[in-house]
């Protein structure tokens, strides 16, 4: 028995969540008295994939391949459940990220597991089943489940689990893995990164903006102080849906769910939409120039005033710090 994790990558460098499953499996492993396996598809060098092995893991499974250079959902998911079944994982651990959460069902299916996805917690291990809390109801509420299928498939969210160094280093396998032209339906020929700024499922702070900005030309304060501040950037869905900003930053119950140590809210009302995908952030910050704004009841910290007069007095203050 062991515990399978998959690891994912951006053009051969590992994610910050890659290392945070990593921590999880290796918990859930010791909890089982088993071994923590890591998996990881594309091209990665070895120097890169043995770092695992101060996060507790043993054993690292790569597949290169050139078809699979790109993320190719079917085929990834064909290679992980066959890994977990040569390999006779009990349990695999995904990030709750867009690759995991496409991954997931598709492993659980073949794999014939229960599956709970964006867990918050380690699992409570007895016997066979196991009992773990989940975030539900788009964050409103914590549900605790319990999945008695002999074999499980979990995602965590992003953020949610710390990952700890442990000393030690990992061992790299080539994992040949068999995988079918059907596995080949969709295929991504080219990723064109339209920017270099950081991740914003991963970030660790995040400067988002709402309507209360006015207008697509008032965001070079939102880009200043969220540069300043090595943050991403994200937005409300009003913003997005009028272009002002990319779909891709828009957070909420219809976008992104973030839970970053820090979340600065400008000019946003904090509906319960959008509320939905900010809410598990640590600390949240709002500026707003409407007392009565419902996101101050969430808030950790809230300044009353014109963003236009607070957001250029912050910028000037973070830079002399
Ligand atoms: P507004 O509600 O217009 O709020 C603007 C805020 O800016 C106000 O509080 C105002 O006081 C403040 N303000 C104005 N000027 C200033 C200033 N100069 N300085 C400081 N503050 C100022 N929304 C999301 O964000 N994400 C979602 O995923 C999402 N999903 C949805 C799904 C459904 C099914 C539905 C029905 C709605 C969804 N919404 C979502 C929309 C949501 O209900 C709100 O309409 C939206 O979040 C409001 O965006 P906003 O706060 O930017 O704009």
Redesign the pocket.
């Given at each position: 028995m062991s515990v399978l994790v998959y690891i994912e990558n951006t053009d051969g460098q590992l994610k910050k969540s890659a290392f945070e499953v990593a921590s999880y499996g290796k918990d859930i492993a010791t909890q089982l008295g088993t071994e923590a396996i890591a998996l990881a598809i594309g091209d990665i060098s070895s120097d890169e994939l043995t770092k695992l092995g101060n996060y507790g893991i043993a054993k690292v499974l790569h597949v290169s391949s050139a078809d699979l250079k790109t993320f190719v959902n079917q085929a990834y998911a064909s290679i992980i459940a066959s890994a977990a079944k040569q390999h006779n994982a009990s349990i695999v651990v995904l990030s709750n990220t867009f690759s995991g959460k496409g991954l997931a069902p598709r492993i659980a299916t073949k794999l014939e597991a229960g599956l709970v996805a964006g867990a918050t917690s380690l699992p409570t291990v007895s016997g066979d089943s196991f009992e773990v809390t989940k975030t539900a109801f788009s964050n409103k509420a914590i549900a605790s489940v319990t999945v008695d299928s002999s074999i499980k498939v979990i995602t965590i969210n992003p953020n949610s689990y710390a990952a700890t160094e442990t000393g030690g280093s990992a061992q790299v396998e080539a994992f040949n893995a068999p995988v079918e032209s059907s596995d080949f339906g969709t295929i991504v020929k080219d990723i064109v990164r339209a920017t270099d700024k950081i991740s914003l499922p991963e970030a660790d702070i995040v400067v988002s903006?709402?309507?209360?900005?006015?207008g697509p030309e008032n965001w070079a304060m939102v880009e200043e102080l969220a540069n300043v501040l090595g943050a991403a950037t994200a937005?409300?869905?009003?913003?997005s849906d009028a272009g002002w900003r990319p779909h891709s930053e828009?957070?909420?119950?219809?976008?992104i769910v973030v839970s970053p140590n820090l979340y600065i809210a400008?000019?946003?009302?904090?509906?319960?939409?959008?509320l939905?995908?900010v809410s598990s952030s640590k600390t949240i910050v709002v500026?707003?120039?409407?007392l009565e704004?419902p996101?101050f009841k969430v808030a950790d910290y809230g300044i009353v005033?014109?963003?236009?007069v607070?957001v250029p007095k912050l910028i000037e203050a973070l830079k002399a710090y």
């Open positions: 903006a709402g309507r209360g900005l006015k937005c409300s869905k009003p913003v828009h957070v909420g119950q219809t976008g400008i000019g946003i009302s904090g509906a319960i939409q959008h939905a995908g500026i707003n120039k409407d704004a996101f005033g014109d963003a236009f607070i």
